[in-house]
């Protein structure tokens, strides 16, 4: 099965929304609501952002927010701020032959 | 706090064999619910998942993986592992260990990452 879908990169300036998409198909991410978000800053350990399609972890800021519709998820970024600046993944399960499936990563640059 | 380390070589042969630990601690990885699992980065591109094992010794493969990929868990020592067999360049990349909360893609905790080069 591929990977999930995701734009190359985006872009905003401080205190804008941006939005990351993640497309799927009816087998992944249309099927389960089991898509999380993941943060990665280069030397760090990948942070979990969102969960359960919309659910926030504990310690992590509300300017983040998952959403959903259809085959195709969301992250979405209000207020940016420059520590914001990483590299976005999305991942969903894919039922029990694929199990699970990452996206192709979005590179955010807070300009 | 869970934390979790990955170790192993850094540097393999190719059509050797790759092996990678993953230690955990402060949590038992014998603790129901949680899948461990293998996710890897190669140089400039996404995450891969690898495949993951539950502490019963149930085991989850990438089906493009599964043929030269084992993992096994050693609840004794709060430990699991990845093996894969004949590996290429190709299999270069940077190797993490996380926890799966309920096998469904929701990693609550990951190791830093350990890069794995093959080449002779």
């Known amino acids: 099965q591929s990977a999930l879908t995701q734009p190359a990169s985006v872009s905003g300036s401080p205190g804008q929304s941006i939005t990351i998409s993640c497309t799927g198909t009816s087998s992944d991410v249309g099927s389960y609501n089991l898509v999380s978000w993941y943060q990665l800053h280069p030397g760090k350990a990948p942070k979990l952002m969102i969960y359960g399609d919309d659910k926030r972890p504990s310690g992590v800021y509300n300017r983040f927010s998952g959403s959903k519709s259809g085959n195709t998820a969301s992250l979405t970024i209000a207020g940016l701020q420059a520590e914001d600046e990483a590299d976005y993944y999305c991942c969903s399960y894919a039922g029990t032959n694929t199990f699970v499936l990452f996206g192709g990563g979005t590179k955010l640059t807070v300009l | 706090q869970v934390q979790l380390q990955e170790s192993g070589p850094g540097l393999v042969k190719p059509s050797q064999t790759l092996s990678l630990t993953c230690t955990v601690s402060?949590?038992?990885?014998?603790?129901?619910?949680?899948?461990w699992s293998w996710i890897r980065q190669h140089p400039g591109k996404g995450l891969e998942w690898i495949g993951y094992i539950y502490y019963s010794g149930s085991t989850y493969y990438n089906p493009s993986l599964k043929s030269r990929v084992t993992i096994s868990v050693d609840t004794s020592k709060n430990q699991f592992s990845l093996k894969m067999n004949s590996v290429t360049a190709a299999d270069t990349a940077l190797y993490y260990c996380?926890?799966?909360?309920?096998?469904?893609?929701?990693?609550?905790?990951w190791g830093q990452g350990a890069l794995v080069t093959v080449s002779s």
């Open positions: 996380a926890r799966d909360v309920r096998g469904n893609g929701h990693c609550d905790y």
């Open positions: 402060g949590g038992s990885i014998s603790s129901a619910g949680y899948y």
